[in-house]
């Protein structure tokens, strides 16, 4: 059990003393990025183990063993051709994928440490997914280049390619749903049964740029049945695919409390992560916040301190007890302002008790 008990310990003691770099006293990973953490996920649910990887602008992939007690062991680390834009676990625990800018997707053996490339793009590949269908399984990348491409990873040539409007910008997967948003604020359903195919076009209930789109899943069926949208505008959008329209909404987050001079400050939902078993829902800004927030209660359940950086990326691990996010420059207002001398961090945190939907009196 993961918690703030366990967590309790002298190694962390040390860690929580350093003011505005851990105003959450969570649990530091050792060893993290030495460049803006672009990708974080955990290993699957078919290992025991907890294995966490974080990709990043300076082209390295790490992984660390995550204890329950909270102690993070560095495994190994691959270095890319370009920055990492996406990580994805194959199902069995065993491979990681890795979408770079260089073009290329790597698949890294953990048991071996080896590398090979398994999917080529002709632009920059923003995003990577493992599709495990009852009759098939295969990689999905969406590309910069304009197109979304499904690979048998034994074969060098996709078996499936999917021409696009705009360049991929943000994409997820729960079998059998894909959603596939691109520039210019465009949505895309797939259906991935028998083979990936299109199931709708949606307009965007956002006014701007999207940065992240995770899906949920029906709590009573556990059958993915919407997603949320995060955009630019510190702004998410609840989308359930096949209920009324009556159920989709949209709450504001990530903005300053109250206006300075007549103005709010609004920052970027950078990522979101939906909890297993609560399907209650994690979102982090450039504003250097988290929020825990329940999507059926439309309420928050839980703000965080403010860090003195953006945080980039965020994950829930497979059984719902580890919180993990990434402190980093996220160079929404350029390269002028990035700072060298600071550093960038990966926190782990206790969540379970903290993402539980509240029992209405």
């Given amino acids: 059990m993961f918690s703030q008990n366990t967590l309790g310990n002298s190694a962390f003691a040390s860690t929580a003393q350093k003011g505005t770099t851990n105003p959450n006293k969570d ?49 190994s680390m691959q270095t890319m051709g370009g920055p990492v834009l996406d990580v994805c676990w194959h199902d069995d625990g065993t491979k990681v994928f890795i979408a770079s800018v260089d073009k290329q997707v ?80 465009g949505i895309t359903i797939y259906m991935l049964e028998g083979k990936p195919q299109e199931f709708r076009k949606v307009d965007s209930p956002l006014k701007f740029q999207h940065r992240v789109v995770a899906i949920f899943k029906d709590k009573t069926t556990k059958q993915p049945t919407g997603y949320a949208l995060g955009s630019v505008e510190g702004r998410v959008a609840i989308q359930y695919v096949t209920a009324g329209p009556k159920d989709n909404f ?76 990434a402190v980093s420059y996220d160079w929404s207002k350029g390269h002028e302002y990035y700072n060298t001398s600071k550093k960038n961090y990966i926190f782990l945190r206790p969540c379970y008790d903290e993402l539980k939907p509240r029992v209405s009196s």
């Avoid at 790597?106 to 080896?114: F, T």
């Avoid at 399907?279 to 209660?297: C, I, M, Q």
């Fill in 250 to 325: 949209t709450f504001k987050c990530h903005r300053s409390n109250g206006a300075q001079n007549g103005f709010q400050e609004i920052y970027a939902v950078n990522d979101i992560a939906f909890h297993p078993e609560h399907g209650t829902l994690a979102t982090v800004g450039s504003d250097g916040t988290f929020s825990f927030w329940d999507k059926d209660a439309r309420t928050k359940l839980k703000p965080s301190e403010q860090m003195d950086q953006s945080i980039t990326k965020c994950a829930i691990n497979s059984n719902g007890q580890i919180f993990a996010y």
């Fill in 27 to 75: 649990y530091e990973v050792t060893a993290p990025p030495e460049d803006s953490i672009s990708a974080l996920a955990f290993s699957p649910p078919s290992i025991p183990q907890n294995f966490l990887i974080a990709g990043s602008w300076d082209s390295q992939v790490r992984c660390w063993d995550v204890e329950m007690s909270g102690k993070t062991n560095p495994k």
């Fill in 106 to 185: 790597k698949c890294w053996d953990l048991a071996s440490n080896q590398t090979i490339q398994v999917a080529a793009h002709d632009g920059p590949v923003k995003t990577c997914h493992w599709v495990k269908a009852s009759n098939y399984t295969c990689l999905m990348t969406g590309s910069w280049d304009k197109t979304l491409k499904f690979w048998d990873t034994r074969t060098p040539h996709p078996m499936m390619t999917i021409n696009l409007n705009e360049r991929v910008y943000c994409a997820d997967v729960d079998y059998p749903m894909a959603v596939v948003s691109t520039a210019g604020r």
